[in-house]
């Protein structure tokens, strides 16, 4: 049995309706019932049953002379009273049952205090059957709530994973955007270098040319220097050699000359006496153009001509091939 005053007392309200508690039952009871809103709502439960279960049927007249016949049924039903014999004083009487032994009705009918109690024993057991029928039907009420609730719960959170499973894939598309962007941004800024490294190296070597022009043009206006022209094969071949023998420096100008392929190159031979002397390496550009500022061994007073021939890449010691453009200092 719940004795606990913090606990539901449903095994004690049935009891509680029909009065039947002990009174320390009762004074726990009471004192729950107090403060359990749960425990209220069941008394008042049970208390609705056992008032609709106390309602008598309408009341009907009885006939007048029901109760006259009633008590000449009764006359005729009352046996004979005998006198015992001797011996039958003697002989202890038979064991009666519990409801003879108080006086009560002859046998062959049922007892009233008897039948009294069945109907009370039948009450209790129709109020405990009634409580908890109204029990149960409140656990499942409370049940389909909470299983409701769960319900709306569940689909809340699936909701929200939903929601959450749409913002992580739109992060991870962002993701991958940003990725993607960044990595064309890299090619981009790779690209730009490289084109800058590009304008750098043109920017340099536009830088050498200007200096090696202006290096020509203080030797043409120098005192004491020739400009010679090459004559060879070819009708678009235009070269020509600016010596200034005082100051010890000649350039080649070469114009209108075949590009050759990666594994051939020019090669520039001063001529002493007879001996060439090859030291000066050359390609020309996509118009066949080339400044060359010309490396001299010795002296130019030492050489008496140059010679232009085709060589294998990275030059020869000595021509290997018939100099096409020949000038004489």
């Known amino acids: 049995m719940t004795t606990a005053r913090n606990q539901h007392i449903d095994d004690l309200i049935d009891l509680y309706t029909l009065g039947a508690l002990e009174p320390s039952e009762q004074e726990i009871a009471d004192e729950h019932l107090r403060g359990c809103a749960h425990c209220r709502a069941l008394l008042n439960e049970s208390e609705r049953i056992v008032a609709a279960l106390a309602r008598t049927p309408e009341q009907i007249e009885p006939p007048a002379d029901l109760r006259a016949r009633v008590m000449a049924r009764a006359q005729q039903a009352r046996p004979a009273v005998s006198v015992p014999s001797p011996a039958q004083a003697a002989t202890p009487p038979a064991s009666k049952a519990w409801w003879r032994q108080l006086g009560g009705p002859p046998q062959g009918r049922t007892p009233l205090l008897v039948r009294r109690v069945i109907g009370v024993g039948a009450l209790a057991l129709l109020l405990a059957l009634a409580g908890n029928t109204v ?195």
């Open 135 to 329: 029990r149960l039907q409140g656990q499942i009420r409370q049940t389909q709530k909470e299983a409701a609730t769960q319900q709306q719960t569940s689909a809340a959170l699936q909701s929200q994973m939903a929601q959450t499973q749409s913002e992580a894939a739109t992060r991870q598309q962002t993701i991958v955007a940003l990725r993607s962007q960044m990595e064309q941004t890299q090619k981009e800024a790779a690209a730009q270098q490289q084109t800058s490294a590009a304008l750098q190296s043109q920017m340099e070597q536009t830088q050498k040319e200007a200096a090696a022009q202006r290096q020509i043009i203080d030797a043409v206006r120098a005192p004491g220097t020739r400009v010679v022209a090459f004559s060879g094969t070819g009708a678009n071949v235009r070269s020509q050699l600016v010596v200034n023998a005082a100051g010890n420096q000649a350039f080649l100008l070469a114009d209108g000359l075949p590009v050759l392929p990666p594994d051939k190159t020019y090669e520039l031979w001063l001529l002493q006496g007879q001996k060439p002397v090859g030291s000066n390496l050359f390609h020309v550009d996509q118009h066949g153009s080339a400044t060359l500022q010309v490396q001299v061994p010795t002296q130019l007073k030492d050489y008496q001509a140059a010679a232009i021939s085709v060589e294998p890449a990275g030059g020869s010691t000595a021509p290997t091939t018939t100099p096409f453009l020949l000038t004489k200092f």
